[in-house]
């Protein structure tokens, strides 16, 4: 899983899951929904919880899509398996029947 990392209204990191994320819109920048930022992107996730960030909605956009390209790339392509040497094949002597 990759995560992407972002920035908090109070500048401190934050890594968002790409795969809970439902919708990213610029933070609001007036009335009752109006956050600590003026400019900056509020990420809605799954459980409806929100997370703003200073990074404008753009550049959060972009790291959310190129973190799940990036995923989706890693599950389409299988991982390399090196090749096992084939198992050396031994012959044994025929068995008497007499005993």
């Not at 994320?21 to 610029?26: L, M, R």
């Not at 390399?80 to 084939?86: E, S, Y």
């Amino acid at each position: 899983m990759s995560f992407v990392r972002l920035t908090r209204p109070d500048g401190s990191p934050v890594a968002i899951n790409p795969d809970e994320v439902v919708h990213v819109a610029p933070v609001p920048a007036s009335g009752p929904l109006m956050g600590p930022l003026s400019t900056g992107a509020r990420i809605v996730f799954r459980n409806q919880s929100h997370q703003d960030v200073r990074e404008l909605l753009d550049e959060v956009i972009a790291r959310i899509d190129a973190a799940r390209s990036a995923r989706a790339a890693a599950v389409a392509a299988p991982a390399a398996v090196p090749a096992r040497a084939p198992a050396p094949v031994t012959r044994r002597a025929p068995r008497d029947s007499r005993s």
